[in-house]
């Protein structure tokens, strides 16, 4: 299921596929490969120093239209140099200013992985639970690593 799943990120990746169009199949994509309750694209606006949500699947309206200030006391990149899966949101203290937000959405846990564009950290896509999961297997987590890669390359393309 992985090699498959990776197949068809890939042959996306070499689609010509492009814009809003690339955003929404690539959170389809992930919600499946991840069986997750819930993705979003997020993407760094630079100029801002912001967050915000750019294609979403299972999320509200409300979730959605957030924008998170990009923290100035540590650098995202350090922070996301590869994916990580974040067993109780509750207990990372990175995101301690949105727990009323993932309490609001039912969000118990999530995996996060970085989008690089140009070697720089420029989006993430986060896949959402609402219920606990211990972990993520090994296999699993390698996995989210390609499927970061790839769609990183999809959306410098």
């Avoid at 297997?137 to 393309?157: D, N, R, W």
């Amino acid at each position: 299921a992985i090699a498959d799943g990776l197949r068809n990120l890939a042959a996306l990746a070499g689609s010509g596929v492009a814009g809003r169009e690339l955003r929404e199949q690539l959170v389809a994509q992930a919600s499946r490969f991840f069986a997750a309750d819930a993705v979003a694209l997020w993407r760094l606006e630079t100029r801002d120093r912001v967050w915000r949500i750019a294609t979403a699947s299972g999320l509200s309206t409300d979730y959605s239209s957030v924008a998170i200030a990009a923290p100035d006391h540590y650098n995202t990149g350090d922070v996301l140099a590869a994916p990580l899966f974040i067993a109780d949101v509750h207990a990372w203290p990175l995101v301690d200013e949105r727990q009323a937000l993932y309490d609001s959405e039912g969000i118990a846990t999530f995996l996060v992985m970085p989008l690089k564009i140009m070697g720089d950290t420029a989006g993430t896509i986060c896949c959402y639970y609402r219920t606990h999961r211990s972990g993520l297997p090994p296999a699993e987590l390698a996995a989210a690593g390609a499927f970061s890669e790839i769609s990183s390359i999809a959306l410098s393309s």
